[in-house]
């Protein structure tokens, strides 16, 4: 059963290395991640950075990352810059 992990506020570039210190520390005790972005108020490519390096850490280990419930910031983020990849990990929205 997946860990769920719940990010909140902005993952921008001025958060990126203490999420991804965040994320890699979940992943040594979980390594089957869920994360809930349904909180996320704005996320720019350095956040987005960060979950394309998680969802190749995952995918080598065995795992798919899921993205549950976008926030409609994270949504239009990565539908605007063609981040097809991580679109397709998108759960509980009405766009996955």
């Not at 992990?5 to 203490?18: M, R, V």
């Not at 999420?19 to 987005?48: K, N």
């Amino acid at each position: 059963m997946p860990y769920l992990l719940t990010l909140t506020a902005e993952q921008t570039i001025y958060q990126a290395p203490a999420l991804q210190q965040q994320l890699a520390e979940a992943l040594r005790q979980h390594p089957d991640l869920l994360l809930d972005l349904s909180q996320v108020s704005e996320i720019d490519c350095a956040g987005v950075q960060v979950l394309l390096w998680l969802q190749a850490v995952m995918e080598k280990q065995g795992h798919r990352l899921r993205l549950f419930q976008p926030s409609q910031a994270v949504s239009n983020f990565l539908r605007l810059m063609g981040f097809t990849q991580l679109q397709a990990c998108m759960e509980g929205n009405d766009e996955s």
